[in-house]
C-alpha cells in the first residue's frame, strides 16, 4: 500500500522454532510471524524506515508465558 511518499507492507511468514528465542530453547513447533514496515521514500531513496513485528504472539506460540 503506498500514498504519496510513504509505503507500508505487511508480513505474514512461518517457519519452525528450531533454535533458542528470547530464553526459550527450541521447540520444534511450527510458528507463525505477523509484522509491519513503513518506509517514508524522497527521490526514489528509503530516507526512513520504522519496523512493528507481533513478538508477543509468537511468545505464546512457543510455549512463553509473561508474568
Known sequence: ???NDLVVVFLNGSGTHTGEFRGKSSTNKRVNIRSADLYKIEN???VE???VVDQLNLLHQNGTTLS
Open 1 to 3: 500500500m503506498a500514498e
Open 49 to 51: 524506515h520504522w519496523n
Open 44 to 46: 526514489e531513496k528509503i
